[in-house]
């Protein structure tokens, strides 16, 4: 309504000036300024009047409805109070009647439980009374038999005892007689000495000697006679023992190596690298050489090309590592890429590869020969030795090998074929790893089995199969025996021409050191020993008797392969020319 009346007052104010002066009509529009602000402010006033009106009214209808919402609380408070208290007080009633019930019955069942309690002590008193009556009576007729038990002892004591007493008598009468004939023999053996003092005199002097040349000749003739004793014992011996031995041993190695039969090896550690012509070889040593220092630096071994025509050598002291090289060669050249970087990345990839390989063979040889409970690393250990070569023999077969037979030997004569089997794939672990660690290889393997806690014998063994160490069990000589049956076997082991020619020198030089020798032969590959004597220095006697002490020296001062024949013969020749 205001604002309807400020309009119409603008209006009529337009109207009126539009007909005045210019003064008047600077008037009339402040007029206008001064009625359009008064508007203003009067729509304000009037805005907030409403507002506070509304806000009034709003209050008051919120203070009726609070109102009436305590007095329907209380209302409805009073009435649940009231429902609430008749229902405790019928639940109260109900309670006490049941709790009334409840004793009533109770104190019926504690009077029926009391009689029944004193009905039970009752036979339990009687039980009690019965048993301990009748363990009275029982231990009152055990104290009867021990007291007649001690007085059959005591009889048995003072019998003893009188016997005893007599035995005493018959010792003491027996010891006056005993004296009484020591005295008797110390008498008599007087008398003997003194007589025998007066022959030997009497034989000084028939005889012309005295005792001390008497002594000497006989001991000479006792000497001869034991020597020719002794070299017909030597022989009777050997014969037995070498008929006895042969059969036994033939049949237990026989059965053996029926078991196990092992290729003939004829391979060698070889790093040769066949090429498909010489211009590979400018390929692998590469613009100033960096493809081949690329190769010695990944692998750890030397590549050597000479003038062997469409090959390389690949050098290395450690075995893995040149059969890494080796293959990382053979898979360049067949590639036919060559530059560093392919080189890294084959030989990272022929790393991998062999040491897969190794673990395989470990595991393969382990469950082959079915030995269990085996660490981890010696498990790798042995895989190595599947790339390590002893006189063109592979170590990893000759361990089997030697595994293989000592198990059926010991199977044969009653010990642990399991712990036999250990040790003989054991025995020469060490060579897996003799290229890094000095010493050798059986001190090695021993000390390694140590520290992975093998079993003390496996450890004994592994030292001792060389002589290195005191052997404490037979399975160190078993280990040692099949090692070299092993390594012996026609066609297991490539041996170089100077150590041959130098053990068919240590055997002559052995043969020819003893006195009365004429000439002394290696012969038959140093498998036999054959030594002429002088039959006019040396007799049957003393021949059989140095055969024996020449078998002995050389099995304490050689290593050899297999077994020597030692043969000593001693020859007469009579010859006479016909004129």
């Known amino acids: 309504m205001l604002s309807k009346y400020l309009f119409d007052a603008l209006c009529l104010a337009d109207s009126v000036a539009t007909g005045l002066s210019a003064t008047t009509q600077q008037s009339v529009n402040r007029l206008q300024q001064w009625l359009i602000m008064g508007g203003v402010f009067a729509l304000l006033f009037l805005v907030i009047f409403q507002t506070v009106s509304e806000s009034r009214r709003h209050r008051r209808q919120t203070d009726e409805e609070q109102k009436k919402a305590e007095n329907e609380a209380n209302r409805i408070r009073s009435n649940a109070t009231q429902q609430a208290q008749s229902e405790a007080d019928r639940i109260l009633a109900n309670a006490r009647e049941k709790a009334e019930l409840a004793k009533t019955h109770a104190a019926q069942e504690i009077e029926v439980m009391m009689k029944d309690a004193q009905v039970r002590a009752k036979e ?11 363990s009275l009576a029982e231990r009152r007729q055990e104290l009867a038999r021990s007291e007649a038990r001690l007085a059959q002892k005591e009889d048995n004591v003072d019998n003893k005892l009188t016997q005893l007493q007599e035995r005493l008598s018959d010792l003491d009468r027996r010891e006056a007689e005993s004296r009484q004939k020591t005295e008797q023999l110390a008498r008599r053996e007087q008398e003997l000495q003194q007589l025998a003092n007066r022959q030997m005199e009497e034989l000084q002097r028939i005889a012309g000697l005295t005792l001390d040349e008497a002594k000497k000749q006989l001991l000479t003739q006792l000497e001869g006679t034991l020597q020719t ?21 033939q049949k237990i ?6 078991r196990y039969a092992g290729d003939c090896t004829y391979e060698r550690t070889t790093s040769l690298v066949p090429l498909p012509n010489d211009e590979m070889k400018g390929r692998i040593i590469g613009r100033e050489g960096r493809n081949i220092r690329t190769i010695e630096s990944a692998t750890g071994a030397s590549v050597l090309i000479d003038d062997t ?32 970087a392919r080189v890294e990345e084959i030989v990272n990839k022929t790393k991998k590869e062999i040491e897969a390989s190794i673990q395989k063979a470990g595991n393969e040889t382990v469950e082959q020969l079915g030995i269990t409970n085996m660490k981890p690393n010696l498990v790798g250990l042995l895989g190595r030795l599947k790339y390590r070569f002893s006189f063109g023999q592979n170590v990893l077969d000759h361990s089997i090998e030697v595994a293989t037979i000592m198990g059926s030997i010991a199977a044969n004569i009653g010990l642990d074929e399991q712990l036999a089997r250990r040790t003989g794939l054991l025995h020469d672990i060490g060579k897996a790893v003799d290229h890094e660690i000095e010493g050798s290889h059986a001190l090695i393997g021993a000390d390694l089995l140590r520290r992975a806690g093998e079993n003390a014998t496996v450890v004994n063994a592994v030292a001792a199969h060389h002589e290195e160490a005191e052997k404490t069990s037979l399975y160190a000589e078993l280990v040692q025996i099949c090692d070299t049956i092993s390594a012996g076997r026609p066609g297991a082991r490539a041996e170089t021409t100077e150590l041959y020619l130098k053990r068919l020198e240590d055997l002559e030089k052995i043969g020819n050191s003893y006195a009365g020798v004429e000439s002394c032969f290696a012969i038959q590959a140093g498998r036999e020993l054959r030594v002429l004597v002088r039959p006019e220095k040396i007799s049957e006697t003393q021949a059989t008797i140095m055969a024996h002490d020449l078998a002995e020296r050389i099995e304490r001062e050689m290593r050899y392969p297999g077994q020597i024949r030692v043969s000593v013969i001693r020859e007469t020749r009579s010859v006479e020319y016909a004129k």
Do not use: W
């Open 229 to 249: 004793e002794r070299a017909q014992l030597i022989r009777r011996y050997q014969e037995d023992n070498r008929q006895t031995l042969a059969t036994e041993g």
């Open 309 to 340: 025509p469409q090959a390389v050598v690949i050098s290395c002291f450690d075995p893995v590592r040149r059969e890494i090289a080796r293959q990382t060669m053979e898979k360049l050249v067949q590639d036919g890429r060559i530059h560093p």
């Open 124 to 134: 339990a008193v009687l039980a009690a009374k019965d048993a301990f009556e009748a």
């Open 253 to 258: 190695m026989v059965e053996a190596m029926q």
